[in-house]
């Protein structure tokens, strides 16, 4: 089957690098402590790329690395990732005694988590790590304050036999993009409750863990003995209303690029993509750009009726140097392609490249402005990314 693809996302690893050694100067001392880093390196590195983003964290800096789901896990074991790694959520049956066997950390977020783990270790003839996950004011994952004492009794019992070590402890917080939120001081203030439950019954602690990018970037307060940073890695900002990835010195790693694939001349009043959306205005000339919402372009994106300065869609940079140019998507984005208003009397041919976001530094695009023009964040523009988009990688080591 061939690997043809008339678009690419370029990641840079150096850039993951960098971003790393940034999140690490942040957790650097504060409180009379250093906070190690954990990357979190789920749903394929935000969409870029596992394997080749966990390396390039573990060269940065990072000193843990953290999945989501089992898979994930295991594939960086299988990919000779070494190091410590946690993985947290999977449900009943689950596949834990290949956990401990690759060694990698676990979380337990409800009784009968520790009862399927201690099984898997009676049945492996291994010892479980385990982190308490723990509601501190989310309503999801974990458990609450009161369910704690029951369930640290049985863990300690667990860790007493040799089954488990209970060595790590920790939660999400809910507002953490909001630093100032009356929650955020709440939920520590829950989690320093939990942590002293925790160490009064026994459990041999390693690492308290609470502050997601936002909280690494914005709140000492949060970061303890392990920061757990995932958007930051790779150089977005998850406070956008408060600092870009400049300001915060992070360089986003990702570049989305495509060749444009029909360019014609159209006249005045002819409709543009599925139901017309946008009709262009003037004699002009339209691009297509083989990209769609089957590749995770957002369909939100589109562009409807043409305002003042053109399309009202997303963003997407036509050209380089001096003369390049920030155009919008119009009409509605389609499931292989979306198409470009390029202007009357415009120069470009099939297969010039454009760029749908980058790090911004040509004053392009970025992820960010992506997910402004489809009203979400930048986290899913990167991860929605599709598999048959293929990646390259720069700056590997």
Known sequence: MSTYFPARALVDLTAIRSNVRALAGHAAPSLDRTAQVMAVVKADAYGHGLLPSARAAVQGGATWLGTAQIAEALALRAGGVTGRILTWLYAPGAPLGDLLDADVDVSVAAPWALDEVVAAARERNRVARVHVKVDTGLGRNGLTLDALPAFLT??????????????????????????????????????????????????????????????????????????????????????PDLAGPTELGLRPAMTLEAQLATVKAVPAGTGVSYAHAYTTPADTVLGVVPLGYADGIPRHASGGPAAATGPTGAPVRVG??????????????????????????????????????????????????????????????TTRLGDRVPRVYLGED
């Open 154 to 239: 049985g863990a300690v019992a667990a860790q007493s036999a040799g089954l488990v070590e209970i060595v790590g402890i920790w939660s999400h917080l809910a507002f953490a993009d909001d630093p100032v939120h009356p929650t955020v001081l709440a939920q520590a203030d829950v989690f320093d409750a939990a942590v002293r439950l925790a160490e009064q019954a026994g459990a041999h602690l390693e690492v308290r863990h609470l502050a997601n990018s936002a909280a690494t970037l914005t709140n000492p307060r949060m970061h303890y003995d392990l920061v757990r940073p995932g958007l930051a890695v790779y150089g977005l900002s998850p406070v």
């Open 320 to 381: 380089a140097g001096p003369t390049a140019r920030t155009l919008r998507v119009a009409g509605r984005v389609c499931m292989d392609q979306f198409v470009l208003d390029l202007g009357p009397g415009a120069q470009e041919q099939a297969g010039d490249r454009v760029v749908l976001f980058g790090d911004g530094a040509d004053g392009g695009p970025t992820a960010q402005d992506w997910a402004d023009a489809a009203q979400t964040i930048s986290y899913e523009i």
